[in-house]
């Protein structure tokens, strides 16, 4: 990864001539590219050879010349062949290599800028958590240092643009730093909007929202960001490695850390068993892994950065029971003291929320415990009777 003081976002291109542009995105790993012109000159030059071993063989045969020669003729061959596949091996690894680390690095810069941005990212599979419809001002608002994790509702409302009614309003409540709240209802409730008023991809358009006792409005959000995560439905994943994923944007990640966070999310079994583990390539969107293994990812990259607020969207909805099981067990370690805010439609997944509010049509029906709530007989035990059912 480029340090932060040469991020290949912060190098000027315009105007530079394409060959200098190269050499400037690929100055981190010249060594290995000089390696690979070596390599293949090496791997190549026996071609070369081939027209004069050919008239040694011709001139063999017709000058009637001892058949040793011939032996000698091809052992020259059977050698160029044996050294050409390990060459080529070695050649495609440093060139590909060098090729890949510099798309994971620009991809990584490019995310790095965009969360600057404050652009939410956009997954239509994501339940709509990661969007952002405009970009905000952080400008001279108070930046986070530290975060406890307390966050607080007062009388939210939200609406869109050109939408007649509001997707969220009157929304009032307390939570308190390390509390799991659960946020389950119909599709259209209001669901997704609360987690992005609460990412801030969003601003209430009515009541305030605060974080540790500070309006969200005064704050700069680059900052608060920095201490959360999001494990969205269908985890965003990148053609690189697993380290790469899993540390993207964290240059300072060592091996134990990335290891332990694996280790906490249930992954590392797996990842152990990988062709060549941290390193095995997971292709484009982890199209290599299966949906858990590609979940159990997105929990150790939320792992590592030690948040203090978590979002979860419909995190284990597209899995499988057993890849379920392996994914709450990592999902237990990973809210383990953090304010947590779930998204879910299987209520079974959010049984052990410290508090569960049903949402409809934007505004909160009910609040409570999961016992609380099919005690009351409400909205929440006509969701879960129909689920059961």
């Not at 032996?71 to 290599?97: A, C, D, E, K, Q």
């Not at 994971?104 to 800028?113: G, M």
């Not at 358009?205 to 959360?228: A, C, E, I, P």
């Not at 969205?232 to 300072?252: H, K, W």
Request: contains cysteine.
């Amino acid at each position: 990864m480029a340090s932060p003081q040469t991020r290949p976002l912060d190098h000027r291109y315009r105007g530079e001539h394409p060959v200098r542009t190269l050499g400037y995105l690929f100055r981190a790993d010249r060594g290995r590219l000089a390696a690979a012109v070596v390599v293949f000159t090496v791997k190549h030059s026996p071609v070369w050879l081939l027209p004069l071993i050919t008239a040694s063989i011709i001139d063999t045969v017709v000058q009637h010349q001892p058949v040793s020669r011939l032996w000698t003729s091809t052992g020259v061959i059977m050698f160029i062949l044996l050294v050409n596949y390990p060459l080529h091996v070695l050649y495609v690894r440093l060139l590909y290599g060098s090729v890949r680390r510099m798309g994971t690095t620009l991809r990584s810069a490019l995310c790095t800028r965009m969360q600057q941005l404050s652009i939410g990212y956009h997954s239509r599979v994501s339940a709509g958590v990661l969007q952002a419809p405009e970009l905000e001002d952080n400008e001279g608002k108070a930046e986070l240092t530290a975060l406890r994790g307390a966050v607080t509702f007062e009388g939210v409302g939200h609406a869109y643009d050109g939408d007649d009614r509001p997707a969220v309003r009157d929304f009032t409540l307390d939570v308190a730093s390390g509390e799991t709240i659960a946020l389950v209802g119909a599709s259209g409730a209001g669901k997704s909007t609360v987690l992005n008023l609460v990412i801030g991809f969003i601003r209430p358009t009515s009541g305030r929202l605060l974080v540790d006792g500070t309006d969200m409005n005064t704050l700069d959000l680059r900052t608060y960001r920095r201490f959360l995560s999001v494990v969205p439905q269908e985890s965003i994943l990148f053609d690189g490695t697993v380290r790469e994923n899993v540390a993207y944007g964290m240059d300072d990640a060592d091996e134990e850390t990335v290891r332990a966070a694996l280790r906490d999310a249930n992954a590392l079994e797996f990842v152990d068993r990988l062709p060549q583990g941290l390193d095995t390539l997971v292709g484009e969107r982890g199209a290599r892994l299966s949906g858990g293994q590609r979940q159990r990812l997105a929990i150790a990259r939320a792992l590592i950065r030690d948040p203090k607020v978590l979002v979860l969207d419909e995190a284990t909805s597209a899995l499988d029971t057993r890849s379920e099981a392996l994914v709450q067990e990592a999902l237990a370690r990973l809210l383990r003291g953090r304010t947590t805010f779930v998204v879910a439609h299987r209520l079974s997944t959010v049984r052990g929320a410290d508090r569960i509010v049903v949402m409809s049509d934007g505004a909160i029906q009910e609040i409570g415990t999961h016992e609380e709530l099919l005690r009351r007989g409400g909205a929440y035990t006509a969701l879960h009777s129909g689920q059961v059912a």
